[in-house]
């Protein structure tokens, strides 16, 4: 039976490469900043699980909290949140 840190590390790889994926191609873009906001948290995750508290600890507030809020903001200042982008 594998270990249960190999299996939370390759569950966390696989959301946080899955959701980057889905950020990238979404044409929805809240949906895409979300994508973007969950595969940032679960790779802060992996940074913690991996023993890197201060990685994990900038991934968490700069990439999941700073630049998703930001771009969340910049999209309803701009009124960009009825459209979707062409594919």
Known sequence: MPD???LVISALGIV???????????TNLIRAIVAYAVSSASLAALFFVLSSPYAGA???TVGAGLVAVLFL???IL??????EVPA
């Open 4 to 6: 249960i840190d190999l």
């Open 16 to 26: 946080a490469v899955v959701m980057a994926a889905v950020a990238i191609l979404q």
């Open 58 to 60: 900038l991934e968490l």
């Open 73 to 75: 903001v910049v999209l």
């Open 78 to 83: 701009t009124g960009g949140e009825e459209e």
